[in-house]
């Protein structure tokens, strides 16, 4: 499920770019836990939900909240 939200272009680079975090930087950030390559794929927040569905008292749900837009990752999903 997704919903729709504003997309607009702002003077200055802020975010997760996706081209720009592919380097051997991040990478040496990422082999000692830190850096924001250690953030699950740009997830702002998660939330586990316990459905009537559940077979036990564990969650069965689980909902992840990101930001994207079409023209965010550079083509590389959408082209």
């Not at 082999?31 to 586990?48: D, F, K, N, S």
């Amino acid at each position: 499920m997704a919903t729709a939200g504003l997309t607009f272009l702002v003077n200055q680079s802020i975010g997760l770019i996706a081209r720009e975090a592919h380097t051997p930087e991040v990478a040496a950030q990422w082999l000692q836990g830190t850096g924001y390559g250690t953030i699950p794929g740009g997830v702002e927040g998660l939330a586990y939900i316990r459905t009537k569905y559940a077979k036990d008292a564990r969650p069965d749900m689980e909902l992840i909240f990101a930001a994207g837009a079409l023209n965010s990752d550079g083509g590389a999903t959408i082209r």
